[in-house]
T-cell receptor, first 114, second 114 residues
Framework: DGGITQSPKYLFRKEGQNVTLSCEQN?????MYWYRQDPGQGLRLIYY???????QKGDIAEGYSVSREKKESFPLTVTSAQKNPTAFYLC?????????????FGPGTRLTVT | AQKVTQAQTEISVVEKEDVTLDCVYE???????LFWYKQPPSGELVFLIR??????QNEISGRYSWNFQKSTSSFNFTITASQVVDSAVYFC???????????FGTGTSLTVIP
């Protein structure tokens, strides 16, 4: 089945540790996105990538890093510099990096940092 | 300022009642796109509809209908004869012809009581 996979579904880390969230898609989509969701705040864009080896910062990129070495993969690293990393993280993709296309979302990863 | 406002934070209805979820947007672009997504308890956002700014026709899909009014910058979503399975958080989103991102509202949590 085509879709977006995110792993793991739940992730626990100690404060001060970097952690990488996985996002893979087999939809052959060019564009991929990472969002953070906090209660009552909707979705906020962290990073997005329209093509391989290229990515741009979103509204809340500080403390995060990404890579796009393959079209199918867009991993997100939450670094120790991120002040409040505990959140629900959603990965999405769209056919092209154009605004007219809807985004398809993965199941999300819930990260808890203590 | 919020580009997408969903003023209703939580709504509860009894099964079989109709319910309307409000969405008000703000943009200076003449070309833009509006979306609705459903987020069930599992967490994955499910795409429901896309509407471009040049198409003000209302749309009906089964029990779902959407009312797009440019004069009031609104894109409201109505569920007719609600069912328990409709319980979810619903997000309205906007993408503009300029820029590269989606703007999500803060979501409306709908609970359908059996």
């Amino acid at each position: 089945d085509g879709g977006i996979t995110q792993s793991p579904k739940y992730l626990f880390r100690k404060e001060g540790q970097n952690v990488t969230l996985s996002c893979e898609q087999n939809l052959n989509h060019d564009a991929m996105y990472w969002y953070r969701q906090d209660p009552g705040q909707g979705l906020r864009l962290i990073y997005y990538s329209q093509i391989v080896n290229d990515f741009q910062k979103g509204d809340i990129a500080e403390g995060y890093s990404v890579s796009r070495e393959k079209k199918e993969s867009f991993p997100l690293t939450v670094t120790s510099a991120q002040k409040n990393p505990t959140a629900f993280y959603l990965c999405a993709s769209s056919p092209r990096g154009l605004r007219s296309y809807e985004q398809y979302f993965g199941p999300g990863t819930r990260l808890t940092v203590t | 300022a919020q580009k997408v406002t969903q003023a209703q934070t939580e709504i509860s209805v009894v099964e079989k009642e109709d319910v309307t979820l409000d969405c008000v947007y703000e943009t200076r672009d003449t070309t833009y796109y509006l979306f609705w997504y459903k987020q069930p308890p599992s967490g994955e956002l499910v795409f429901l509809i896309r509407r471009n700014s040049f198409d003000e026709q209302n749309e009906i899909s089964g029990r779902y209908s959407w009312n797009f009014q440019k004069s009031t910058s609104s894109f409201n979503f109505t569920i007719t004869a609600s069912q328990v399975v409709d319980s979810a958080v619903y997000f309205c989103a906007l993408s503009e012809s300029t820029g590269n991102q989606f703007y999500f509202g803060t979501g409306t949590s709908l609970t359908v009581i059996p």
